[in-house]
């Protein structure tokens, strides 16, 4: 199995991001054609010519962005030598262990290269193969978007200007006539025209966070990876930690534009500064999730949690409205249940169940209210309980005889 095997590749257009995008890109591409001035000259034919360009080149990248994808690293992947596997992290989903720069996606569940992020957009990940096409198609849909701004823009303010002129020649002055005649044309000039306020102004935001990443040869997991480095050595006044991928900005561009310099290693294997190894920031990892699985805490399910994104009707209002901001499951669990927590909030909890001998269907990782669930030892016990829990019999014996001795004592005195 190749790096880029994937035996649903056209089924992934069947999805509702590929198709929103498609029909919004339709929709303004055909309307802006339509509302195109009539004028016969070479500077309005070589603009509908350069418009058009760019909605093939826009529609060309966002294509390879899904049919080449963004490198799946095969399941149950090893290294080559043995004695590297302790250096890397193990994927239970996928039953093989992590190459550097490597990151499970629990929506395509696969382990993938130099993960970015997950867009639905595209319903896929941008990675390490596909990266390029993505921000060429962030690129071409802006400026053609941009283009069909200006086109209506300008065919809106002539219609409106000649609107009285032709409502005199056509419908005897009368304005609303002439106006309701070409309602439906309007409606989708007007629609439009805000479709393309909202596309320039999020593809324009998410063209800068994509150019800012690459000049510094960071993805956007590791950007959250290498703060909690920096975070954690600060704390224990350890030495800083430098991040092995940023080559300086020309390099960097050649790790994403270059095709050669590109896939040089394989997606596996990456350039790195002095000073750094492959497995720097792998190492780093480790330790992170070594100290988290320190501050991991053990709860116990203790009321019914429906795993409902708005669970108005089962926590009330209170606990919807603080709802985390963020795309994380929510776990249904049922009374004993044990969960790991690692995060906490005031109304939520985020953590793993513990799965037993069940067969339940749904996310075993993710969010859920902090009321449905208590905290418990290692016994099993309630800390509040084990905090208030009363002595055994032989310790009480023991305090009360040492307690008569002490009043012998101070009688003594």
Same mark, same amino acid.
């Given at each position: ?12 257009f ?5 198709i ?11 309307t802006?054609?339509?509302?195109w ?24 990248n966002f ?29 239970k989903k ?8 490597v990151?499970?996606?629990?929506r395509c ?21 596909n990266?390029?096409?993505?921000v ?6 802006l ?10 823009t300008i065919?809106?303010y ?6 009285t002129?032709m @409502? ?7 304005l609303?006539?002439? =106006? &309701?005649?070409? *309602?439906? $044309?309007?409606?989708m ?10 596309i320039?102004?999020?593809m324009?935001?998410?063209l ?12 956007d ?18 030495k ?10 020309k ?10 310099r ?15 190894n ?13 100290e ?12 019914? @949690? ?10 009330g =209002? &209170?606990?919807? *409205?603080? $709802?985390?901001l ?11 249940d ?16 513990v799965?037993?001998d ?13 009321r449905?669930?208590v905290?418990?030892?290692d ?7 084990a905090?208030?829990?009363p002595?055994a019999?032989n ?19």
């Open positions: 199995m190749t790096y880029h095997d994937d035996p649903y590749e056209l089924g992934l069947w999805h509702w991001g590929p929103v995008t498609l029909i919004l890109s339709a929709t303004v591409t055909l802006t054609w339509k509302w001035p009539p004028e016969q000259s070479l500077f309005w034919s070589a603009h509908f010519a350069l418009y058009m360009l760019l909605n093939v080149l826009s529609l060309y294509v390879k962005a899904v049919l080449v994808g963004p490198g799946l690293l095969p399941r149950g992947w090893h290294p080559v030598n043995p004695k590297e596997a302790k250096y890397m992290q193990y994927c996928c039953e093989g262990y992590k190459a550097p720069r990151h499970h996606c629990r569940d696969r382990c993938v290269m130099k993960m970015d992020h997950h867009c639905p957009w595209i319903n896929r990940c941008v990675g390490w193969s990266q390029m096409y993505f060429f198609f962030l690129f071409f849909y400026m053609s978007n941009l283009h069909a701004f200006c086109v209506l065919s809106g002539q219609f409106f200007l000649d609107s002129e @409502a005199r020649r056509h419908h005897n002055g009368n609303e006539r002439y =106006l &309701r005649q070409h *309602f439906f $044309s309007i409606f000039a007007i629609m439009s025209f805000g479709l393309t306020i909202g320039v102004l999020c324009l935001k998410l800068v966070i994509q150019i800012g990443a690459i000049l510094k040869n960071i993805t997991v590791e950007q959250w990876i290498v703060e909690k480095a920096r975070a954690r050595r600060y704390k224990k006044n350890m800083p930690f430098v991040f092995p991928y940023n080559l300086g900005w390099l960097n561009l050649a790790e994403v534009f270059n095709i050669e590109q896939h040089r290693g394989h997606g596996i294997e990456f350039p790195v500064v002095k000073g750094c492959q497995y720097t920031l792998t190492l780093e990892q480790l330790a992170q999730k070594a988290k699985r320190n501050r991991t805490r053990t709860y116990k399910c203790i009321l019914p @949690a429906t795993g409902s994104w708005l669970p108005i009707w089962s926590q =209002l &209170r606990v919807t *409205f603080d $709802s985390p963020t795309d994380d499951p929510r776990i249904k669990l049922e009374p004993n044990l969960i790991r927590v690692t995060r906490k909030r005031k109304h939520w909890l985020f953590g793993e169940r799965v037993g069940d067969s339940r269907k749904g996310a075993i990782r993710g969010w859920f209210p902090r449905c669930a905290e418990v030892n016994n099993g016990d309630t800390i509040a309980n905090a208030a829990k002595e019999p310790e009480s014996k023991h305090r009360v005889g040492k307690s008569k001795k002490s009043d012998k004592t101070n009688k003594d005195l």
